[in-house]
């Protein structure tokens, strides 16, 4: 009688924390709100879900000579960043392009209201994007993530016109978590974890229904998400692609030497450059 109760009790607590504990959002988020330099980016915050989400902004030399970019990028980071430490860094990497770069936080990392959560993060970039495309109105709009960003511009390019996509390192959560993860738990933790991951981020199945053009930076050690994972969301993505392999790079590498400029080719094939007379 004590053996089935002690296992009764057990059964409950492990249900009790996989399916209410929030396992996937503690393991997968790590929020910030401690205030870091901004570099001279722009600051902008936005109504999302009864607070605010926090975007950050900055143009390249070029746009701010001409006074409006020919371009907008809606960057999105990895798990553990913030947008406020890179966008204004990143303005000035695009080969001498006249762009305008948001970077978004997702909900409780810096000034976005929390709480942290996986399944806030689709909707975040979804707002995001439609105040971005409400803003510049016909101006092309381009999506860039890293990582866990990756993930939240699959799900808005699956649900919204974009003009191209570059993705850094693209998880398959899912996918990761049950083949990863679940051999040395016999899949009783890794099944109901992947489960909990919100369809809105599985990038498999969003690169199946998108047709823009996209770039993939793929490094080529990643020790975070192994190459394996990274070329399912390759292998499904339905349209026309570049692939380039950061050779010996692992996932916190910089894109550096040679393929700096297999980036800029790239960036000329998916965004062309204006013929002058």
């Known amino acids: 009688m004590r053996k089935s109760r002690a296992a009764f009790v057990l059964a409950g607590l492990y249900l009790a924390v996989v399916f209410f504990g929030r396992l996937p959002d503690h393991l997968i988020l790590f929020p ?3 205030a870091i330099d901004t570099h001279g980016a722009v600051r902008k915050a936005i109504p999302f879900e009864n607070g ?33 430490r890179w966008v204004s860094a990143e303005a000035d990497s695009w080969n001498e392009r006249a762009i305008e770069i948001w970077g ?39 999506l860039f993530g890293a990582s866990l960003g990756t ?5 808005v390019a699956a649900h919204r016109r974009v003009a191209g996509l570059i993705l850094h390192n693209p998880p398959a959560l899912r996918q990761m ?10 899949w009783l933790l890794a099944g109901p974890l992947s489960l909990q991951i919100p369809k809105e981020l599985d990038s498999v199945a969003n690169s199946k229904t998108i047709h ?13 998400v192994a190459p394996r994972y990274q070329h399912l969301v390759v292998n499904a ?25 297999d980036f800029y080719k790239a960036l000329d094939w998916l965004l062309p450059r204006r013929k002058t007379r």
């Open 32 to 34: 910030s709100t401690a």
């Open 52 to 84: 605010q989400l926090e975007l950050w902004t900055a143009k390249s030399r070029p746009a701010q000579q001409n006074g409006r970019p020919d371009v907008y990028v809606l960057r999105f980071y990895g798990n553990a960043d913030r947008a406020e």
């Open 104 to 142: 978004m936080n997702y909900p409780g990392f810096g000034g976005s209201t929390g709480p942290a959560k996986l399944s806030r993060v689709g909707p975040a970039a979804l707002t995001a994007f439609d105040e971005l495309k409400r803003s510049v109105d016909k101006k092309s709009v381009v």
């Open 151 to 155: 993930t939240a511009a699959l799900h």
């Open 177 to 186: 978590i049950l083949r990863q993860f679940g051999w040395w738990n016999l």
């Open 212 to 224: 823009a053009p996209a770039i993939f930076l793929l490094a080529e050690k990643d020790e975070v």
């Open 237 to 261: 993505y339905a349209g026309e692609k570049r692939i380039i392999t950061l050779r010996g790079a692992n996932h916190n590498t910089p894109i550096e030497g040679v393929a700096v400029a």
